[in-house]
Nanobody, 123 residues
Framework: VQLQASGGGLEQAGGSLRLSCAAS????????MGWFRQVPGKEREFVAA????????NYADSVKGRFTISRDNGKNTLYLQLNSLTPKDTAVYYCAGKFGPYIAVIADQYNYWGQGTQVTVSS
């Protein structure tokens, strides 16, 4: 499985961005996909995840009500809509996939990772 993330950039506080993660290969074996983010010197932090087949989702408390994870099965693409951005959302955002149907919030439980895309929010 290959994951290609895109859509990051520079945005002002209060603005919005949409991240995309294009998946290729045997994606049916990885029903759960998620987004994590990382700032220098800190561990990778869970943001949101979705079960590709049931559409069940899970969000970190810090992004609930502001971020929305979704997927387009036909395009094999995962999305993360980021609204009401704050400078605290500045990070490199990574998409990831894991075996099994259960949504995990720990990075080590994900099996495949895309390259990161930088999101920078100015105040």
């Amino acid at each position: 499985v290959q994951l290609q993330a895109s859509g990051g950039g520079l945005e002002q506080a209060g603005g919005s961005l949409r991240l995309s993660c294009a998946a290729s290969g045997r994606t049916f074996g990885y029903p759960v996909m998620g987004w994590f983010r990382q700032v220098p010197g800190k561990e990778r932090e869970f943001v949101a995840a979705i079960n590709w087949f049931t559409n069940s989702t899970n969000y970190a408390d810090s992004v609930k009500g502001r971020f929305t994870i979704s997927r387009d099965n036909g395009k094999n693409t995962l999305y993360l809509q980021l609204n009401s951005l704050t400078p605290k959302d500045t990070a490199v955002y990574y998409c990831a996939g894991k075996f099994g149907p259960y949504i995990a919030v720990i990075a080590d439980q994900y099996n495949y990772w895309g390259q990161g895309t930088q999101v920078t929010v100015s105040s």
